[in-house]
């Protein structure tokens, strides 16, 4: 299979006669990535300066600027609307009988044929409920009665193995999407248990709490181990597991600990320790880093609570800010090829594009960059670094919002160059631009979600530690 094969990626209905009988979920593509970083570093073409270290030009994010609360009211008001349109994506995308929400729709919200639901975006969407319910989005008895029903058909009729569930169903009725070969999912299984636990500190409802304990209760995480020490991707009916683990920094950290946390079937403790975590450098900065995209650096980070913790290895939040200075220096350097890129216009992760759906960013540089900005890219790392991500987002609603923002919020991609805009908007890019956005303004996800003994037990078996933080990877 050849790199640019890995790097493809078509999730929408309308292109399921070109798919090929074999169907490349997003984690095979992205192990693809990890798996052949040489190759990506070697055949870069014009961008392939980029990939390799240079002396130290930019010193890394001070300290005093890194997760900040937001409290400028311009700020707060461009969140509110961010936040308020993403949620009425999740309130009209997700099946009120499933709770199953839409993998993407049309951003203008009209009439969708396609449904394919997406396990990781009904996590967002849980997660949405509690905001939307906590900021007067939706009344909270209206809320509580679309969690209670989404429970309900996790824990009775959403098909499972060991208790993960596929990543991709049939949002209506919560089968297999058998088109897609969809694989049962530890990532997106993790996610949904994130949103589950939030729902259930949140309401603090009798049936939702005894639900959502059940459905994590259930969850074999020691089944993902294969008598092994790192935990797989999943597993297909066709063929077992598939072939590849969780054994290198991503976003897995959430899988994790929530098996590290379990009180049925812990992971042991070990299990943090077996994955790597490899150092990257760019212009002259140290983080740990991926092949993946920039979303590895945020995914965990919308329910779990990494501020002013590290265990032996790392401080996760400050690399995540870390991760996302050097993406943005990253796109700076790409001005020359993108003369549109600037301090206030920049972001690149996995995200639609004028030639369909592509796992691309970097540095390294991963897949073949033509211009396209992602908004989610600063969206998802607002909780992050608010000083640098915040221009973007209100400089792609002031100056592209005619076309770049949508019903729904930000549509999921736009090429200014190629006078090109997505139609559509994805699940877990508006959800993690949704969760991060709270999170920048008031904590409030990270709060209610660590307020769970299992995810206090989860990061305490994993040995991640209070301390006074500060930078520490240069």
């Given at each position: ?118 396990i990781g975006a009904s996590a967002f969407g849980l997660t949405a409920m509690c905001i939307g319910a906590m900021r007067g989005y939706v009344a909270e008895d209206a809320a509580r009665d679309r969690v209670r029903a989404a429970l309900r058909f996790y824990w009775t009729k959403l098909q499972h193995q060991h208790g993960f569930f596929y990543h991709f169903v049939n949002f209506r009725t919560g089968d297999r999407y058998e088109q897609f070969k969809s694989e049962i999912s530890s990532i997106d299984t993790a996610l949904l248990v994130c949103g589950i636990l939030t729902c259930r500190e ?273």
């Amino acid at each position: 299979m050849t790199l640019r094969a890995l790097l493809r990626l078509i999730s929408d209905e309308p292109n399921l006669s070109a798919m090929t009988s074999r169907l490349l979920t997003r984690r095979e593509a992205l192990f693809g990535i990890g798996a052949f970083g040489a190759v990506c570093a070697a055949s870069l073409g014009p961008f392939a300066h980029l990939a390799s270290a240079r002396p130290p030009i930019h010193p890394p994010p001070s300290p005093k600027l890194i997760g900040l609360l937001v409290d400028s009211r311009d700020d707060i008001r461009l969140l509110d609307e961010i936040e308020r349109a993403s949620f009425v994506f999740f309130w009209e995308q997700m099946d009120p009988r499933t709770g199953i929400v839409r993998d993407r729709c049309f951003a203008s919200g009209a009439d969708d044929p396609r449904v394919v639901g997406s396990i990781g975006a009904s996590a967002f969407g849980l997660t949405a409920m509690c905001i939307g319910a906590m900021r007067g989005y939706v009344a909270e008895d209206a809320a509580r009665d679309r969690v209670r029903a989404a429970l309900r058909f996790y824990w009775t009729k959403l098909q499972h193995q060991h208790g993960f569930f596929y990543h991709f169903v049939n949002f209506r009725t919560g089968d297999r999407y058998e088109q897609f070969k969809s694989e049962i999912s530890s990532i997106d299984t993790a996610l949904l248990v994130c949103g589950i636990l939030t729902c259930r500190e949140y309401f603090k409802d009798d049936e939702i709490s005894d639900l959502a304990t059940k459905i994590y209760n259930r969850v074999d995480w020691q089944w993902l181990l294969q008598n092994g020490r790192v935990a797989s991707h999943g597993w297909v009916p066709e063929t077992g597991f598939i072939p590849f683990t969780w054994s290198s920094y991503s976003e897995m950290m959430a899988i994790y600990l929530l098996g590290l946390g379990s009180p049925t079937h812990p992971f042991p403790s070990e299990t943090w320790d077996a994955w790597n975590r490899p150092t990257f450098q760019y212009e002259g900065i140290k983080y740990v880093g991926t092949f993946a995209p920039l979303f590895a650096h945020q995914f965990s980070h919308a329910w779990f609570d990494f501020r002013d913790r590290r265990d032996k290895y790392c401080d996760y939040f400050t690399n995540s800010a870390v991760a996302t200075d050097v993406h943005r220096l990253f796109c700076l350097n790409l001005r020359k090829e993108f003369p549109d890129f600037s301090e206030d216009l920049w972001g690149v992760t996995a995200s639609d594009s004028p030639k369909g759906y592509e796992i691309w960013g970097g540095p390294p540089v991963v897949g073949h960059l033509d211009g396209t900005i992602a908004p989610c890219a600063a969206g998802g790392s607002v909780a992050f670094l608010p000083h640098a991500t915040l221009p973007v987002l209100h400089n792609i609603k002031s100056r592209y919002g005619a076309r770049a923002w949508s019903r729904y919020g930000f549509v999921d991609a736009f090429n200014p160059l190629q006078n090109w805009y997505d139609e559509d908007v994805i699940g877990i890019d508006t959800g993690i631009t949704l969760l991060m956005a709270e999170n920048a303004r008031s904590r409030f996800v990270w709060n209610t979600f660590m307020k769970n003994s299992e995810a206090q037990r989860g990061m305490d078996r994993a040995l991640l530690q209070q301390y006074r933080a500060e930078y520490v990877m240069s």
